[in-house]
């Protein structure tokens, strides 16, 4: 609850070194320009889940999606898989997870993500595949280490989408630019719960 750390700020530190490498390597990029398109990448993806999290349901369903992920899928686990080379399983969860975060607004996410960052939509859209799964593990280990309840995680991604915003740059442009022809940017509750029920929860 640091104020000068964000969420995102901390997850960004949790990838330095042999994660961000592996993610430049999968992407076909260098260093620099990944670390960059990971930095807009992660305010985007915490951002548009505050904004589902903004009602009481949206928060309860990912809550619960996030305490069923369990330990197996920890954030060393996915990371782990990660530097071990492609998983295919995690980038098509990962693609069902974006589907849930950004709605009907996916695609609007990756190509405004590909031309800020000069990544380009299908390699953008690969980014947040690989990166989903490593935020909701993020997320599970704060809620499962920091006994946190859907109110209280509500409000915290609720926060970090404000302060987004508030700090701009390329993740909280594209974020406000998202919201905002979003209008509220609904995602379908029955989606929301079907996370925790099925995606999140190891059965498929």
Do not use: C, W, Y
Request: no cysteine; glycine share 22%.
């Amino acid at each position: 609850m640091n104020a000068s750390t964000s969420l995102s700020d901390e997850l960004m530190s949790q990838l330095q070194g042999a994660p961000l490498q592996h993610l430049a390597q999968q992407l076909g990029t260098d260093t620099a320009q990944t670390q960059q398109a990971v930095g807009a990448a992660l305010p985007l993806l915490l951002g548009a889940m505050g904004n589902n999290s903004a009602q009481p349901q949206g928060a309860q369903a990912l809550f619960g999606a996030l305490q069923d992920h369990g330990s197996g899928n920890g954030l060393e686990s996915i990371l782990g898989s990660l530097l071990g080379g492609g998983n295919p399983g995690a980038q098509s969860d990962g693609g069902a997870i974006l589907g849930h975060i950004f709605g009907a607004g996916q695609q609007r996410a990756e190509t405004g993500l590909g031309e800020a960052t000069g990544l380009g939509g299908g390699n953008a859209a690969n980014l947040l595949k690989m990166l989903a799964p490593i935020v909701m593990a993020f997320l599970a280990q704060r809620v499962q280490s920091g006994g946190m309840t859907a109110d209280s995680l509500g409000s915290t991604l609720g926060q970090e989408r404000d302060a987004a915003r508030e700090q701009g740059g390329l993740g909280g442009g594209l974020l406000g630019s998202l919201l905002d022809q979003n209008g509220d940017g609904q995602v379908g509750l029955e989606d929301l719960i079907k996370i925790g029920g099925s995606l999140l929860g190891g059965r498929r």
